[in-house]
């Protein structure tokens, strides 16, 4: 497969790096340009054939890079004399890419993936572009990626949008696979968007374009201050550590009384209400190597109070206060299910016996399947004897908080690992657990 990176941006938001001198991705990430990590990160997927797109101060890029030789690839060139926006160039590169796939990359993002695994989802999907998406920590000010059940594209919401609605924190990182038919839909002259003219025209005649989910690491290094995060993330190892070919560490957490306040059986939007520690919690698990993945019961759905929908929708709310916020889950399951037949109004449907429901351990193997997570390294943290249990039962070391019902269920015996105050103390104490 082959990669073509835009690299025509001018980064007036970069000045102080670049002093118009460099192009943006040309801006120095730990004394290297923002573009020399992404080659590395291609070459080690054994992509070597690359077409940089360049616009403005393109020439320092090309003096930089040359033919690639030195970096191990293959770099072709081609030059923007007027900016053609985000797509435009791809209709004049086509003997480029030939008939293959390609991967579309922006010149301004610091990521370490497994492009393989987004390659056999794109082929498995059948898709014609599929968007590398994720959750981050503004979701406020980025694209949102709105996807159905079968995670294809139905909807993205510009940045530029006021929300007045709960949404998932899934947001457009700025990577695509490409089926090379796609060059046919590019118009050759004028400036061409790629949201706006390519993906969202693809959308409307609801062509086959999908979200790839994933919690590895890619940021835009738009500003000076994101930069220095990722200076920050790439020192401390998160960034390589969260490629997805290597195995994972997480934090489990259980949500109601430990993220959100326990207020019984909750079953509307209205009920959710954040512990006051959780935004902070949830904060430095992101910035740690480490997952968050809520795994949650919700028996609401099986006692006939909500729907699943109802409970999507919750969730929807708790990552859009978090997101509001800077923090971000990884991965939400819930199990809708309960045992006991013979309430009024129950959901029969969901009244059965079932191996998602906490103290058993479906949704962990489900999500350590998913994200290739060494349960041996992770933890869950809980309010409750049954979280503590679910804990023992998957090989996770374990946190009691005492909030929410502090362990006083009764429901099993086993002691957990640790007791803190709440979440921000088990992350703290974990976190710490690691350093020391
Ligand atoms: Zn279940």
């Known amino acids: ?25 040309m801006a120095p990430v730990c004394g290297k340009p923002i573009l020399q990590w992404q080659i590395e990160c291609l070459k080690a997927n054994s992509i070597t054939e690359i077409c940089i797109i360049t616009g403005h101060l393109g020439e320092t890029i090309q003096e930089y890079f040359g033919t690639g030789d030195f970096f191990g690839v293959s770099i072709q060139y081609f030059h923007e004399n007027i900016p053609l926006g985000t797509a435009g160039a791809i ?4 003997s480029f890419i030939k008939n293959e796939n390609f991967l579309l990359v922006f010149g301004d993002t610091i990521f370490d993936i497994d492009i393989e695994r987004m390659l056999s989802y ?26 159905d059940d079968n995670k294809k594209v139905i909807k993205i919401d510009s940045k530029n949008n006021i929300r007045k609605y709960w949404y998932n924190n899934i947001v457009n990182a700025g990577l695509y696979l490409i089926s090379s038919k796609v060059i046919e839909d590019v118009p050759k002259s004028g400036k061409i968007d790629l949201e706006k003219d390519i993906i969202s025209k693809k959308i409307e005649k609801n062509d086959e374009i999908y979200g790839y989910l994933s919690t590895e690491y890619i940021k835009d290094a738009g500003t000076i201050e994101r930069i220095s995060q990722i200076e920050l993330d790439i020192f401390s190892g998160v960034v390589s550590a969260k490629n997805l070919l290597k195995k994972q560490k997480c934090i489990f957490l259980d949500r109601d009384g430990t993220i959100n306040l326990d207020k019984g059986l909750i079953y509307k939007p209205d009920d959710l209400i954040l512990e006051h520690t959780a935004v902070d919690a ?43 916020d800077g923090a971000f889950i990884d991965d939400i399951q819930f199990c809708p299910h309960h045992p006991d037949r013979g309430y009024p109004g129950e959901n029969l449907e969901y009244k059965i016996p079932c191996q998602c429901r906490k103290p058993s351990i479906e949704m962990i193997t489900r999500s350590a399947q998913a994200w290739n997570i060494d349960l041996s390294q992770s933890w869950i943290i809980g309010d409750t004897t049954v979280d503590i249990q679910t804990g023992k039962n998957a090989g996770l070391k374990t946190v009691l908080v005492k909030t929410g019902q502090a362990g006083l269920d009764g429901k099993f015996t086993a002691s957990p690992d640790r007791v803190c105050k709440n979440i921000l103390d088990a992350v703290n104490t974990i976190l710490q657990g690691e350093t020391s």
């Open 1 to 25: 497969m082959r990669a073509v990176i835009m690299a025509g941006g001018k980064g007036t938001r970069l000045l102080t790096f670049t002093r118009n001198q460099i192009p943006k991705p």
């Open 91 to 94: 209709a004049h590169i086509a």
């Open 122 to 147: 794109h082929k498995k999907k059948n898709s014609s572009i599929t968007l590398f998406v994720h959750p981050n920590s503004h979701p406020v000010d980025s694209d949102i990626v709105i996807l």
């Open 282 to 324: 949830i904060k430095k698990i992101n910035h740690s190597s480490y997952l968050a993945i809520v795994i949650t019961n919700q028996p609401s759905v099986a006692r006939g109070l909500c729907d699943i929908e109802d409970i999507q929708e919750i969730h929807r709310k708790l990552c859009t206060l978090l997101g509001q």
